[in-house]
Protein backbone atom coordinates (compact mmCIF):
# COMPACT_ATOMS: atom_id res chain seq x y z
CA UNK A 1 0.00 0.00 0.00
CA UNK A 2 2.99 2.13 0.26
CA UNK A 3 4.09 1.83 -3.12
CA UNK A 4 0.86 2.83 -4.02
CA UNK A 5 0.47 5.51 -2.45
CA UNK A 6 4.69 6.90 -3.01
CA UNK A 7 3.72 6.45 -6.48
CA UNK A 8 0.51 8.59 -6.69
CA UNK A 9 2.36 11.03 -4.69
CA UNK A 10 5.02 10.77 -7.34
CA UNK A 11 2.77 11.69 -10.67
CA UNK A 12 3.77 14.82 -12.42
CA UNK A 13 1.21 16.20 -14.79
CA UNK A 14 3.42 18.88 -16.00
CA UNK A 15 6.04 16.08 -16.96
CA UNK A 16 4.05 12.35 -17.35
CA UNK A 17 6.22 9.85 -17.08
CA UNK A 18 5.98 6.45 -18.44
CA UNK A 19 4.74 5.23 -15.71
CA UNK A 20 1.03 7.54 -15.13
CA UNK A 21 1.01 6.66 -19.49
CA UNK A 22 1.06 2.88 -18.29
CA UNK A 23 -1.20 3.26 -15.79
CA UNK A 24 -3.75 5.43 -17.15
CA UNK A 25 -3.82 3.24 -20.40
CA UNK A 26 -4.45 0.51 -18.05
CA UNK A 27 -7.85 1.87 -16.45
CA UNK A 28 -8.88 4.02 -19.41
CA UNK A 29 -8.60 0.72 -21.80
CA UNK A 30 -9.60 -1.26 -19.68
CA UNK A 31 -12.84 0.80 -19.16
CA UNK A 32 -13.25 1.62 -22.97
CA UNK A 33 -12.15 -1.79 -24.27
CA UNK A 34 -14.72 -4.07 -22.68
CA UNK A 35 -17.85 -2.11 -23.21
CA UNK A 36 -17.31 -1.95 -26.52
CA UNK A 37 -15.94 -5.62 -27.14
CA UNK A 38 -18.03 -7.85 -24.50
CA UNK A 39 -17.71 -10.38 -22.36
CA UNK A 40 -17.64 -13.44 -25.47
CA UNK A 41 -15.59 -10.96 -27.60
CA UNK A 42 -12.68 -10.47 -24.89
CA UNK A 43 -12.51 -14.07 -24.30
CA UNK A 44 -11.70 -15.01 -27.50
CA UNK A 45 -8.72 -11.99 -27.78
CA UNK A 46 -7.56 -13.83 -24.34
CA UNK A 47 -7.21 -17.38 -25.98
CA UNK A 48 -4.97 -15.27 -28.84
CA UNK A 49 -3.17 -13.46 -26.70
CA UNK A 50 -2.06 -16.74 -24.56
CA UNK A 51 -1.76 -18.34 -28.37
CA UNK A 52 0.33 -15.58 -29.44
CA UNK A 53 2.76 -15.84 -26.36
CA UNK A 54 3.05 -19.24 -26.70
CA UNK A 55 4.37 -19.18 -30.47
CA UNK A 56 6.65 -15.75 -30.03
CA UNK A 57 8.22 -17.65 -26.39
CA UNK A 58 8.98 -20.71 -28.37
CA UNK A 59 9.35 -19.90 -32.01
CA UNK A 60 13.01 -20.41 -33.54
CA UNK A 61 12.34 -18.42 -36.49
CA UNK A 62 12.73 -15.20 -34.19
CA UNK A 63 16.74 -16.29 -33.81
CA UNK A 64 16.86 -16.92 -37.04
CA UNK A 65 15.67 -13.31 -38.15
CA UNK A 66 18.12 -12.35 -35.92
CA UNK A 67 21.10 -14.18 -37.02
CA UNK A 68 19.95 -13.31 -40.71
CA UNK A 69 19.70 -9.14 -40.31
CA UNK A 70 22.40 -9.03 -37.49
CA UNK A 71 19.98 -8.00 -35.17
CA UNK A 72 21.48 -7.86 -31.99
CA UNK A 73 18.00 -6.89 -29.84
CA UNK A 74 15.32 -8.83 -30.66
CA UNK A 75 12.75 -6.21 -28.57
CA UNK A 76 10.84 -4.75 -31.64
CA UNK A 77 10.95 -7.87 -33.73
CA UNK A 78 9.24 -10.05 -30.41
CA UNK A 79 6.35 -7.58 -29.75
CA UNK A 80 6.49 -7.01 -33.81
CA UNK A 81 5.91 -10.52 -34.00
CA UNK A 82 3.55 -11.25 -30.83
CA UNK A 83 1.41 -8.24 -32.25
CA UNK A 84 1.11 -9.87 -35.73
CA UNK A 85 0.49 -13.26 -34.29
CA UNK A 86 -2.12 -11.51 -32.06
CA UNK A 87 -3.94 -10.15 -35.01
CA UNK A 88 -4.15 -13.12 -37.01
CA UNK A 89 -5.03 -15.69 -34.48
CA UNK A 90 -7.73 -13.05 -33.29
CA UNK A 91 -9.17 -12.87 -36.78
CA UNK A 92 -8.84 -16.44 -37.14
CA UNK A 93 -10.52 -17.56 -33.56
CA UNK A 94 -13.28 -14.79 -33.97
CA UNK A 95 -14.35 -16.42 -37.37
CA UNK A 96 -14.26 -19.37 -36.13
CA UNK A 97 -16.44 -21.99 -33.77
CA UNK A 98 -14.40 -20.72 -31.00
CA UNK A 99 -16.43 -18.06 -30.18
CA UNK A 100 -19.33 -19.73 -30.44
CA UNK A 101 -17.97 -22.62 -28.07
CA UNK A 102 -16.64 -20.22 -25.90
CA UNK A 103 -19.85 -17.64 -25.78
CA UNK A 104 -23.18 -17.47 -25.76
CA UNK A 105 -24.58 -16.10 -28.63
CA UNK A 106 -21.92 -13.73 -28.44
CA UNK A 107 -23.57 -12.36 -25.51
CA UNK A 108 -22.42 -9.24 -23.67
CA UNK A 109 -22.23 -10.75 -20.23
CA UNK A 110 -22.85 -8.70 -16.81
CA UNK A 111 -20.97 -5.69 -16.77
CA UNK A 112 -18.83 -6.65 -13.45
CA UNK A 113 -18.30 -9.94 -15.85
CA UNK A 114 -16.84 -6.98 -18.77
CA UNK A 115 -15.08 -4.90 -16.42
CA UNK A 116 -13.13 -7.86 -15.04
CA UNK A 117 -11.93 -9.84 -17.98
CA UNK A 118 -11.05 -6.28 -19.72
CA UNK A 119 -8.92 -5.17 -17.04
CA UNK A 120 -7.31 -8.75 -16.53
CA UNK A 121 -6.91 -8.44 -20.56
CA UNK A 122 -5.14 -5.08 -21.11
CA UNK A 123 -3.38 -6.36 -17.68
CA UNK A 124 -1.57 -9.31 -19.40
CA UNK A 125 -1.38 -7.57 -22.41
CA UNK A 126 1.30 -4.66 -21.01
CA UNK A 127 2.85 -7.23 -18.90
CA UNK A 128 3.55 -9.19 -21.98
CA UNK A 129 4.87 -6.08 -23.86
CA UNK A 130 7.31 -5.20 -21.02
CA UNK A 131 8.35 -8.82 -20.04
CA UNK A 132 10.02 -8.21 -24.11
CA UNK A 133 11.66 -4.82 -23.16
CA UNK A 134 15.66 -4.73 -22.03
CA UNK A 135 16.48 -3.81 -18.67
CA UNK A 136 17.72 -0.77 -19.91
CA UNK A 137 14.50 0.51 -20.70
CA UNK A 138 12.55 -1.18 -17.71
CA UNK A 139 14.98 0.49 -15.71
CA UNK A 140 12.78 3.58 -16.25
CA UNK A 141 9.92 2.97 -15.08
CA UNK A 142 8.97 3.02 -11.37
CA UNK A 143 9.56 0.14 -8.30
CA UNK A 144 6.18 0.30 -8.12
CA UNK A 145 5.08 -0.21 -12.04
CA UNK A 146 7.92 -3.40 -12.50
CA UNK A 147 6.49 -4.96 -9.48
CA UNK A 148 2.99 -4.54 -10.49
CA UNK A 149 3.56 -5.77 -14.07
CA UNK A 150 6.52 -7.53 -14.83
CA UNK A 151 8.38 -9.09 -11.09
CA UNK A 152 8.11 -12.57 -11.00
CA UNK A 153 4.81 -12.18 -8.49
CA UNK A 154 3.29 -10.09 -11.16
CA UNK A 155 4.02 -11.77 -14.62
CA UNK A 156 2.65 -14.87 -12.65
CA UNK A 157 -0.67 -13.15 -11.29
CA UNK A 158 -1.32 -11.85 -14.89
CA UNK A 159 -0.65 -14.69 -16.88
CA UNK A 160 -2.51 -17.20 -14.17
CA UNK A 161 -5.53 -14.59 -13.25
CA UNK A 162 -7.80 -14.73 -17.01
CA UNK A 163 -6.90 -18.11 -16.90
CA UNK A 164 -9.11 -18.50 -13.35
CA UNK A 165 -11.44 -16.28 -13.76
CA UNK A 166 -12.48 -17.61 -17.08
CA UNK A 167 -12.32 -20.82 -15.50
CA UNK A 168 -14.36 -20.45 -12.36
CA UNK A 169 -16.15 -17.58 -13.59
CA UNK A 170 -19.93 -17.67 -13.79
CA UNK A 171 -21.97 -17.90 -17.18
CA UNK A 172 -22.42 -14.99 -19.38
CA UNK A 173 -25.69 -13.80 -18.60
CA UNK A 174 -27.97 -14.00 -21.89
CA UNK A 175 -29.63 -10.40 -22.11
Not at 30 to 41: K, N, T, V
Not at 72 to 91: A, H, Y
Request: glycine residues 6%; proline residues 3%; aromatic residues 14%.
Amino acid sequence: MDSVSAFIANINWAAPSWDLFVFLFFVIGSLLYGFSLGRDRIIVIMVAVYMALAVVGNAPIINQINLAFNINESVVLKISFFLGVFVVLFFLLSRSALLKTIGENNASGRWWQVILFSILQIGLLISITMSFLPNEILASFSQFTRDFFISDLGKSAWLIAPIAVMALGPKAKND
